[in-house]
């Protein structure tokens, strides 16, 4: 569970949505202050959604492969996005364990 601008997101496709909603506010000038992490802009937004959006494919796509939570979590199927997400939030692993958990 994660508090998005006072919107409470339960799920990966939750943030993804709530990311969505929030961009639609923005535009070049905005100032966009984070949780957690330094101050960004719609550009540093945008990019934040693109790597959500890689963690759910990624990770959906090794689950419908058959890969176990365990697996997901060993393996490195989110390495072409983990030196972005560069433990923003929460480590890695944590983050693979709630995006896959929270597939649908």
Known sequence: MVNFGGIIVRT???LIDAVKVAL??????TQV???????TDKKGLEEYLGIMEGFRQAVAQARADGMTLEEV?????????DEKW?????PTAAFRELVYRSLP
Do not use: Q, R
């Open 86 to 90: 560069d433990n923003k939030m929460f």
């Open 24 to 29: 639609t506010y923005c535009d070049d000038a």
């Open 33 to 39: 202050v984070p949780g957690h992490g330094p101050l």
């Open 12 to 14: 990966i496709d939750g």
């Open 73 to 81: 979590l060993s393996s490195d199927v989110t390495a072409e996005l």
